[in-house]
Structures are given as C-alpha cells and as structure tokens.
C-alpha cells in the first residue's frame, strides 16, 4: 500500500473512532493533522494539509503536560521515533495506552500508530491517532485494584498469545501468604487496601505486551514474555511490591509467586494457570522462598517419585517402614485410653520421611495398600508382643485408604493376623475417611456393617475438614468421629468454634464418640473437655512415638 493507495476506508475508521488524527512524515518528522472532512481527498491531504508541528517535539510537550507522571517514563520510551519505526516493522498498527491528566480529570487514552508505505514499499508515514477510552477501560478494570478482570484478562491474554505466535510467553499467579489472618486480624478494610496496593503497584508494569489481572480475591496474574517476566519480578521488584507498610503504615505482607514459563500457545489459559498454581503451592510452606517455577517443581517431584518407586518393594521386604504410636487420652480422666499407628519410612540413604512425603504417591500407584497392610500385620503383632508381656493394652487405630477399603479381600486379609497372634478384634479400630463415598455407597455400608460384626470398630477421620458433609455421620455405620486438626489450628476462630461445637454435639447425638486431634494446648484441652469430647489426641500428651518408647509410655500411663 502507498501513500497514493491508502486505504480510504482505514483513514476514515480512525477519524471516526479517533478524536484526532495526524500524519508524520517518517524521516524529517513533520506533523500535520487531518480530520474527517479530508478523507474524501486523501493522496491530496498528505502533501496539503497544514505542516503544524515537529513529531519529535509536540511529543515530549504533550507527554510532560497530559500524561500522568506514573506512565510518563513508559510512555516517552514508547513514543520515541525509532521505537514506532521498530514496531511499525512488526505490525501495521501499534498502540500505547496511558492515562491523561486534562486539567485534573485523569481519563484513559490511547495512541494509535498506523503505517503508510511508499512506492518502494519503504515506511513513509505514519498516521498518528488520539482518543479518550476511559469508559471502556474502566469496565476492564477491576474496581478495587484498577487491574484488568479475570475475564478480561484471558481474553485479552488469548488475544495476545494468539497474535504473537512466535513470542515466548510466561505467565506468574501471586498469592499474598496468610490474607485471611491479615483480614481478620486488621478487618477488611485494611485487606482492601493492600489489595489495592498490591494492585496500584502490578499496574506499573501493565503495557500492551504486559497484562495484569485479578485472579482470585488476593490473587493476582501476570502474562508477558520471558524476559520481561524476568525483569519484572527480579528480587528488587519483589521486595519493593511488599514494602507497603513504609509507605502508608499498613500491615507486612508476604507475597509468593508461581510461573508457568514459556506458555505452550495451543494450551487453554486456565490449564495454564493451574500449573502456576501447583509451583506457587510448592512454595507455601517455604519460609523464605518466594518464587517458584512450574517447570522446576515438576522435574523435582518426578525425580523424587521415581526414586521412591524404585526403592518401595525392598524397602517393605528390608523392613524400613516402621509403625509409629500416638496415644490417645481420656479428656476427663486423662488416662490412655487409644493410639493411632502412624507410618515411617526410614530410608537407609535419605533418612526419616514421613508419610507426606510418599503416602500420597502410594496413594496413586496403589503401593499404599501393600503398607496399610503391612501396618495392620505389624500392630497385630506388637499387641501380642506387649501381651505376652504382661503390659496392659489399649485400642489401636490403624488408617485404612480408599484402595485398601477397597481390596476384595479385605475382611479376611485383616482377620489372618488377628487370629495368628490371639489379639481380641476390640483392640484394633480402622480409621477410614470421607474419600470413601465416592465408590458404591451400598457396598461401602455392607463392608462396614461386616467389619463391625467382626469386633473392629470404625472411626471417621478428618470431620469437619474441606467439605465434609454432615450426611456421612447419618449414612455411615460409625462408632468413632474424629475431629479435624484444623479445628485446632483455627481455634481462635468463633464461627470455627460454634461449628466445631456443633459437630461434637451431633455425633454424640447420633451415638458416636468424639476424639479431637492435633491438640497442642492445655486450654484446647479444657475446651475440648467442656464441650463434651471423650478423647483427646496430639502433642499436648505425646508426638507419635517408636514403637519401644509406645511401650514405655504405656507402661507408665496406663
Ligand atoms: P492423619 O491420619 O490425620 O494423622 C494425624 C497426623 O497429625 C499425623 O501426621 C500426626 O503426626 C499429626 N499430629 C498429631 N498430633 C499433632 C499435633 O498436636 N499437632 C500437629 N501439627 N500435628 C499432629 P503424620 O504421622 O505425618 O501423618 C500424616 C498423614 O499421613 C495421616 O494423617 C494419614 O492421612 C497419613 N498416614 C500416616 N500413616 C498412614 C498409614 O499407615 N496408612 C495410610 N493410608 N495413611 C497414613
Ligand atoms: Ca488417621
Ligand atoms: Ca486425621
């Protein structure tokens, strides 16, 4: 296209849409300006309209007049000459958005660069246009962080993704560690106000090729390319982001982040976002670390699964999982009155792991069955153990996961061990979780229902965690309801307090027993006694303990 062939139709677009529109002479920068009336005549315009103004200078007057001083910086890089030739070569239009300051009245605005080429198909000018797009913008924001919305976000980042093809793209979620205790402990105000912090600083960074967003209540995200990534959120930035309680006397944050690097182009958004998510939980109990990348994440968990794999079968055979013993006490009298057996896994080479580390995976690859199994066998034979020693007895609780509940056999796979070693079935309960009701709910009762004949009680473990429905205490067989940790670790909290009332209440109305775990306090435990709780399980009396000290100590508290 030249500038003989400029596209009518394209000029009098943007005087439409654009509140002026101007061409600049590529090499000598002249500046001249054109309106709607003109375009019937355009090839004429170009070489008649009124030379009014030099590009290079109406731009660094206009900047330091209208642009507000935290774009200005930006906004002088991006109008430089050279920068719009460079851009100009890439694509046949390039705009900037900013916002104006007209007399006080701060409005979004945005620039429009256009190419003319020349016979030779050489740059020859470029059209120039202004207009106002506050009411547009304002509905892309966010209200509170002055971020674009989640929606407009993934279009947006879509858009991007789709028109830049070759561009590599990396794409950040942050997460403000512990907002909830910010909100509560200071009230929402204060949250919103470091939201929009935290907002009002990602914003500095938004460009065309930078987008920000909301992504969840303290949840942020960030799209651009690689490098751009890189420097945004370099150590110095990330530092200064949580420095806002210098600035206005607000409460420290701490804020993580998690990267998803060089986006696969044909992959949804949101599929990306989860996995910027899994390497932003990959750091959540980090203290001190800050950043996490998905990529990293995975390589680490893949090798440390692979050797936990390999390593399994011998370590069951070689014995190098050991049963650990938690008591449980009375929470009038205090006395032992129950255990959970707990296992480890101590590694000749990488030392003591605890289940966290490899239930889960077993969990997956269906190994956990082979060691509940084995948990089972072992706590049978050290209640014959203890018996033969004339050491009095409690209960044990072993846990028991989906697949292991599962296992065709189970009932007569549990009941060799008990009968080998003579042990009377009340001394051993199976824990079972809520995850259960996802199979056939019929079998699940009727398998229940057998191992309750049989003399194993049955406990409930984790109520009142996730989304626990209160259905399962009225669906389920039961004898025992096991209160969910978190109800200790939120134990300030009222309405946490009320609820776990509630469902200490309903399972004793129901018949069942109540035992509270993670208790760590004596004033948990004085509560727990208050509110009716029969037993009581956590640091406050012991950690899990070897399988000798378990001896001792139910020697000398029995
Ligand atoms: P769980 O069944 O809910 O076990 C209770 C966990 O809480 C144990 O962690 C225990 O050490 C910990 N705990 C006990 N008292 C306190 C306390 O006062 N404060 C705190 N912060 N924690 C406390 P552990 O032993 O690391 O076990 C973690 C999870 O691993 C268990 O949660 C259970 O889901 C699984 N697990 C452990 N052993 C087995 C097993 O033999 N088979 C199966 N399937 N899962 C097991
Ligand atoms: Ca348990
Ligand atoms: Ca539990």
Known sequence: MTHEMLNQKVISALCREYESVWLVDSKTLEMSVFGADMVTSIPDSIYTAKKIQNYAAARTWYINNYVVEHDRARVLLQTQPENIRTQLEKKSFYTIEYSRDN????????LV???????????EYIILGFRDIDIRKKAERDDLTGVLTRQVFFEKAENLLKENPQIQYDLMISDIVDFKKINETYGADVGDEILHWVGAQLCEFMSDDVLVGRYGSDQFVVMCGHDLMTEIFSEEN????????????????????????????????????DKAHIALNSIKHHYGKKLATYNDVLRKELE??????????????????KVYYQPKHDARSGKIVGAEALVRWI??????MSPADFIPLFEKNGFVVEVDNYVWKKTCENLKKWTDAGIQTVPVSVNASKLTFEQEDLLKKYQKPVMENGISPQKLHLEITETLMTGDTESLIRKLTAIRAMGFQIE??????????????STLPLDVVKLDMSFMRKFGDEKRAKVLAACISLAKDLGYKTVSEGVEYKEQCDTLEFLGVDAIQGYYFSKPLPEEDFEKYLVENI
């Open 103 to 110: 007399m006080g009245v701060v409005n979004y605005n945005q």
């Open 113 to 123: 660069y256009a190419r003319v080429n020349s016979d030779e198909g050489e740059l």
């Open 238 to 273: 990330i530092e200064r982001i949580e420095q806002q309680e210098h600035a206005n006397g607000l409460p420290h944050i701490i804020i993580k982040y998690g990267v998803y690097e060089c986006i696969t182009h044909d992959k949804s958004i949101l599929s990306t976002c």
């Open 304 to 321: 440390t699964n692979r050797k936990i794999e390999s390593n399994m079968y011998k370590a069951l055979d070689e014995e190098q999982f």
């Open 347 to 352: 590694h000749p080479e990488y030392g003591f």
């Open 460 to 473: 409930l473990d984790d109520f009142g965690s996730g989304y626990s429905s209160i259905n399962i205490l």
